[in-house]
């Protein structure tokens, strides 16, 4: 992989959690200000109901009180929605958001 001289830290700083979660999230209510926020429906349980699933804008960490998925990051986010280790969720970062 030759996205690897990218470290997570890059890609969090050049990926702003905000942005990450406009594209990830078509159901999040459009995002006023940082901090915790509703992030809409939860993309990791069926859900029929917002208002469980929360995502924080300034540092990317999101949590649902539904089915209990969380994580601290936005590198944590792509692990789990697709079943990444941390290398691999971080390459595909960088490739879905043109970094490399
Ligand atoms: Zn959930």
Redesign the pocket.
Known sequence: MKTARLQAADVKTRIPPADFYRAELPAMPAPRGAGWRDGGL?P??S?RHAG??RVNLSVGSFV?F????KGSDIVAFVQMRDGLSFPDAMARLVEEWGLA
Not at 66 to 69: E, L, M, N, P, T
């Open positions: 939860c990791f349980h859900d469980s699933f649902c539904s089915c209990g998925a």
